[in-house]
C-alpha cells in the first residue's frame, strides 16, 4: 500500500530547530517532485518548500529561505526538512506530497498526501 509517512513534529521554543523526515513506501520517489506544505490553525494549506528528484533542484517560500533546507535521500525513498530558528509562526501540521515531474507552484497540483506532522514552537 503507498503511503506517505511524516514524523520528527514536536515543541520547540523559538530560536530552535527541527529536521522532519517523509519517508516514501510501497512507490518510489524517483520521477517525483516532493514538496513540504505548512498548515497552520485557521489557515490554508502553503508550500514552504519543494526538491524535484530528477533534477534536483530545490524551491522555498520567501519566509523559509536561509532557514530551511530541504534535502533527499533516494537510497532511503526519504526527504528532509530541516527548520532552523523557528518563529512561533512556523507552528502548525506540516505535510509532505508528491507529484509526478518537476515541482509545482500549486497546492494542488500535489496529489498524493502523507497525514502531516504537528509542529508547536512556543516558549
Known amino acids: 500500500q503507498a503511503q506517505l509517512v511524516e514524523s520528527g513534529g514536536g515543541l520547540v521554543q523559538p530560536g530552535g530547530s527541527l529536521r522532519l523526515s517523509c519517508v516514501a513506501s510501497?512507490?518510489?520517489?524517483?520521477?517525483?517532485?516532493i514538496g513540504w506544505f505548512h498548515q497552520a490553525p485557521g489557515n490554508e494549506r502553503e508550500g514552504v518548500s519543494c526538491i524535484s528528484s530528477s533534477d534536483g533542484k530545490k524551491y522555498y517560500k520567501e519566509s523559509a529561505k536561509g532557514r530551511f533546507i530541504i534535502s533527499r535521500d533516494l537510497a532511503k525513498n526519504t526527504v528532509y526538512l530541516e527548520m532552523n530558528s523557528l518563529k512561533t509562526e512556523d507552528t502548525g501540521v506540516y505535510y509532505c506530497?508528491?507529484?509526478?515531474?518537476?515541482?509545482?507552484?500549486?497546492?494542488?497540483?500535489?496529489?498524493?498526501w502523507g497525514r502531516g506532522t504537528q509542529v508547536t514552537v512556543s516558549s
Open positions: 506530497a508528491v507529484v509526478w515531474g518537476l515541482c509545482d507552484p500549486a497546492v494542488d497540483a500535489f496529489d498524493f
Open positions: 510501497g512507490f518510489t520517489l524517483d520521477f517525483r517532485a
